[in-house]
């Protein structure tokens, strides 16, 4: 696990061992509120001892910001703290994510002590506040990468964990196409100075705005090129052929990774726009 210090008291750590998923942690004289923990508990521990023993300090909150278990999963290690998120997020885990678990155990050893556990503090429109030791983090929903997936910006700082909303390449096969565009356009209104994505590189200030765009733009080309799939009758397999390069992205980040990314939104893609057409 790498640990970055992004502000005076705001940490990101970030997985060596999973697409470089990341987690995040708001320091306050009152008590840190962690955003999302890593995926394997070996790294979750990391962080909370991190923060408990060498810091001193004690984690009051625990922010989910989507039910995906690289995020979710080491929730049950903080039987201490508040666990929020939205309420969507609440019904996901309590259905697709206990059944996510037992694959990952009957696979995986280390994950044998996981277990879910769900928001107790949940909002189901708007914004949500949490005010702690001078700071505020205010939480956003932003229906995109996934349908109960929150944002949440540290607002002294301006500093906005973006979860998978950001990523080296945005994804929105287990979510909505025209809620992640809105995310993101909302993102740049919004003008933050950092951006932590929920998988790889903190997008520093000055790069913000060109990054986001660069995001916006990958989105309107794969609509252009699925749309023109379409049009032309073409199966849903003939968007196989359209590359990542060919929508402004590379495929190196991620180990590669962003390739199959790439691929699965094109197929939802194609889903979502023949699915509206038929109707
Ligand atoms: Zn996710």
Request: hydrophobic share 40%; with cysteine.
């Amino acid at each position: 696990m790498l640990r970055e210090r992004i502000a005076d008291d705001i940490y990101v750590f970030t997985s060596r061992r999973y697409a470089q998923v990341t987690a995040g942690a708001v320091l306050t004289k009152e008590g840190v509120v962690l955003i999302d923990t890593l995926f394997y508990p070996e790294e979750t521990q990391a962080i909370k001892d991190f923060i408990e023993k060498r810091l001193g300090l004690t984690i009051c909150y625990v922010i989910i910001t989507h039910y995906h278990a690289d995020h979710s999963t080491g929730a049950w290690m903080f039987p201490g703290a508040r666990i929020v998120g939205h309420a969507r997020c609440r019904d996901l885990l309590n259905t697709s994510g206990r059944k996510g678990l037992e694959q990952m155990k009957a696979q995986m050893p280390e994950f044998q002590s996981s277990r879910i556990v769900l928001p107790d503090m949940v909002f189901h429109e708007g914004t949500l506040n949490i005010h702690i030791g001078g700071k505020t983090l205010r939480l956003y929903h932003f229906p995109g990468h996934s349908l109960d997936m929150v944002g949440v910006m540290v607002v002294n700082d301006r500093i906005f964990f973006a979860s998978d909303n950001s990523m080296p390449v945005p994804t929105f096969f287990d979510g909505n196409y025209d809620g992640l565009v809105k995310a993101v356009r909302t993102m740049i209104e919004m003008d933050p100075t950092n951006v932590v994505q929920g998988h790889g590189e903190v997008i520093l200030r000055g790069e913000v705005e060109t990054i986001l765009q660069d995001d916006l733009n990958y989105l309107l080309k794969i609509k252009e090129k699925v749309e023109q799939v379409i049009a032309r009758g073409e199966p849903r397999e003939a968007v196989e052929n359209i590359t990542i390069e060919s929508c402004g992205k590379s495929r190196i980040p991620l180990h590669g990774l962003v390739a199959d990314l790439h691929l699965a939104n094109l197929r939802h893609l194609y889903d979502e726009l023949k699915n509206g057409a038929d109707q």
